[in-house]
């Protein structure tokens, strides 16, 4: 079983910046990707970015120049830093790992931006 663990959100101004950590723990034995997707109310769960073998990265067209995802393999840990934060920016952000055919999900944490 995996455990993944989210911090990072909090309630920020326009134009201002958060960064998210996750950290997977837990019966792992080879991630294949890391990532974050966000969920607004009413609204279906998006990718946001992620980060796969070789480091490559894809990102959602609206946060692309604002976001940038990066990956500890060491720590087994995914950063998201998010900056010049819009209020459509508002979302649960959860982080997704993905080890072969199976997927796991962390709890979410909650960024809110206030304009």
């Known amino acids: 079983q995996v455990q993944l663990v989210e911090s990072g959100g909090g309630l920020v101004q326009a134009g201002g910046s958060l960064r998210l950590s996750c950290a997977a723990s837990?019966?792992?034995?080879?991630?294949?990707?890391m990532g974050w997707y966000r969920q607004a109310p009413g609204k279906q769960r998006e990718l946001v970015a992620v980060?796969?073998?070789?480091?490559?990265?894809n990102y959602a067209d609206s946060v692309k120049g604002r976001f940038t995802i990066s990956r500890d393999y060491v720590k087994r840990t995914v950063y998201l830093q998010m900056n010049s934060l819009k209020s459509e920016d508002t979302a649960g952000y959860y982080c997704?790992?993905?080890?072969?055919?199976?997927?796991?999900w962390g709890q979410g944490t909650q960024v809110t931006v206030s304009s």
């Open positions: 997704n790992v993905e080890m072969g055919s199976m997927a796991s």
């Open positions: 837990g019966s792992i034995l080879t991630i294949n990707t």
């Open positions: 980060v796969g073998p070789g480091d490559r990265k």
